[in-house]
């Protein structure tokens, strides 16, 4: 069974720290390109950081510098290590995994969707 499952998140304090983890199983995510989103109540889901297959990594302006991810090909997961949370990073957030691969009968897509996990940074 393809599935993805984060895990990490929780009620925090601002300036606090939080490590999200995403974890695969029925695949392995050493070819795929991982995001990790966030979506606040009443918001769209919006991308937060990105890795690559080849590792290259890009984040969002309002958390770079705060956020690592990372990934780690022999457990099959990928990271999200959050510092210096500030209540406006309060939000579900969500790890997507995503690859393509082209065969004779053309390009086939694939995309995961993990179930989520609640950041909630708060006094």
């Known amino acids: 069974q393809v599935q993805l499952v984060e895990s990490g998140g929780g009620l925090v304090q601002p300036g606090g720290s939080l490590r999200l983890s995403c974890a695969a199983s029925g695949f392995t995510l050493r070819s795929y390109d991982i995001g990790w989103y966030c979506q606040a109540p009443g918001k769209q889901r919006e991308l937060v950081a990105a890795?690559?297959?080849?590792?290259?990594?890009n984040y969002a302006d309002s958390v770079k510098g705060r956020f690592t991810i990372s990934r780690d090909n022999a457990k099959n997961t990928v990271y999200l290590q959050m510092n210096s949370l500030k209540p406006e990073d309060t939000a579900v957030y969500y790890c997507?995994?995503?690859?393509?691969?082209?065969?004779?009968?053309?390009?086939?897509?694939?995309?995961?969707w993990g179930q989520g996990t609640q950041v909630t940074v708060s006094s």
């Open positions: 890795i690559t297959s080849g590792g290259a990594i």
């Open positions: 997507n995994a995503k690859t393509f691969v082209i065969t004779a009968r053309g390009r086939h897509d694939y995309d995961y």
